[in-house]
């Protein structure tokens, strides 16, 4: 495995789709998960059936230390498809959403690198704008806020997502509608430059991302994301008042990265 960078050789991928990672293709997209086993099969499955129907696309699902049968059901899922254009990057301990992505991130080989919800919470079929729109800007990002017709989200979650945004505005002037749908597509250099840089990896990671981008001077370019039906639906695990202190604390630490010249 001498062409994965240092600390993904220390993982698990699937044998029968390593060799396609080392092969050029138009788009890696990128699925991290956790403890999914509840949805995990359902998508693997609408991944396959996009897979036959986008040849030029790769997906590495990253599996973030999931305690549950995710792996197990995932893997059998894998060798029962034989599919050379979806594999599996996994490793033992949990290390946030933002370190899954940058996980997929080194092994991609894109043209252009996206990523999504590993619960397809946005619809595989947001790819083919977010694709449209990288052939002109260097970063594509989701917007709940520009969906039309979007599904009812739970309070909890509607009051978190403003609070942040309202927080990022205020201490990093980040003024986009929706910074943290799980919805992301980048230009295959710059992915490479702005997961290089990353320092977060847990909840705030989207927000670095855009605020690196930005400092960068990329084009940042917002489509519509529309929150599937199910996920709406989803018990939500945020916790308003140790969440919205979390959030302030990686706002926070942005600035301060920033200021001790960590991102340049």
């Known amino acids: 495995m001498n062409w994965l960078p240092n600390q993904l050789a220390q993982s698990s991928l699937q044998p029968m789709q390593f060799e396609s990672a ?20 359902h998508t693997f499955d609408a991944v396959f059936a996009y897979a036959e129907q986008h040849p030029t696309y790769d997906f590495i699902f990253v599996n973030d230390g999931s305690t549950d ?14 599919c ?16 899954a992505v940058r996980r997929g991130v080194e092994a991609a080989t894109g043209d252009y690198i996206c990523f999504l919800d590993g619960d397809l919470a946005y619809s595989l079929d947001h790819l083919d704008l977010m694709l449209d729109k990288l052939t002109w800007f260097e970063v594509v990002i989701g917007s709940r806020g520009l969906a039309a017709n979007q599904q009812e989200i739970q309070p909890i979650r509607r009051i978190a997502g403003k609070t942040y945004n309202l927080l990022s505005r205020q201490i990093l002037n980040l003024q986009y509608v929706d910074m943290q749908a799980g919805l992301k597509g980048f230009q295959h250099s710059v992915a490479k430059q702005l997961f290089g840089l990353q320092e977060l990896t847990g909840f705030s990671f989207d927000v670095e991302l855009i605020y690196l981008a930005r400092k960068q001077g990329y084009e940042i370019a ?43």
């Open 222 to 264: 917002e489509i519509p994301a529309q929150v599937s039906a199910r996920h709406s639906h989803k018990q939500s695990k945020v916790n308003l008042l140790i969440d919205s202190l979390k959030m302030l604390q990686d706002l926070l630490r942005i600035r301060w990265n920033d200021w001790m010249g960590r991102y340049d």
């Open 84 to 99: 050379d254009r979806i594999y599996l990057v996994s490793y033992p301990q949990r290390s946030g959403k933002g370190y």
């Open 69 to 82: 049968r995710t792996a197990g059901l995932l893997e059998a899922r894998l060798a029962a498809a034989q």
């Open 22 to 41: 080392s092969r050029a293709c138009h788009a890696s997209i990128i699925l991290p998960i956790y403890n999914e086993q509840a949805c995990i099969q």
